[in-house]
């Protein structure tokens, strides 16, 4: 049975970092890609990072604005993938939730394609 199990969302104030990790059971990283997503307030789910197999290590950001600032990375030891989260906006609260497509080489950010989720983890940027 896979389980994707999140950790590491709280509350900071603009310009700090968090980093979330994502413990995956069941199978091993390399067999799935894997995304970040995240959901504000009011909002639609949407894609922030998937790391995937297509093309050797890919790593693909569906949201411009966030290169350079957030970093997904895999530890295939640790089975863990993780969010480097730095300078951290106002605008970046939601909840974030890991998520693993089946097919290794997928990337798209539709949430619907997407066979296994993390129970999601709250990050809050305030002042």
């Known amino acids: 049975q896979v389980q994707l199990v999140e950790s590491g969302g709280g509350s900071v104030q603009p310009g700090e970092s968090l980093t979330l990790s994502c413990v995956v059971s069941?199978?091993?990283?390399?067999?799935?890609?894997f995304t970040w997503f995240r959901q504000a307030p009011g909002k639609e789910r949407e894609g922030v990072v998937c790391?995937?197999?297509?093309?050797?290590?890919?790593?693909?950001y569906y949201v411009d604005s966030l290169k350079g600032r957030f970093t997904i990375s895999r530890d295939f030891a640790k089975n863990t993938v993780y969010l480097q989260m730095n300078s951290l906006k106002l605008e970046d609260t939601a909840v974030y939730y890991c998520?693993?497509?089946?097919?290794?080489?997928?990337?798209?950010?539709?949430?619907?394609?997407?066979?296994?989720w993390g129970q999601g983890t709250q990050v809050t940027v305030s002042s």
């Open positions: 998520a693993a497509d089946t097919n290794p080489a997928a990337d798209n950010q539709n949430p619907y394609e997407y066979e296994f």
């Open positions: 069941g199978v091993n990283l390399d067999y799935y890609a």
């Open positions: 790391a995937s197999n297509s093309n050797g290590d890919n790593k693909k």
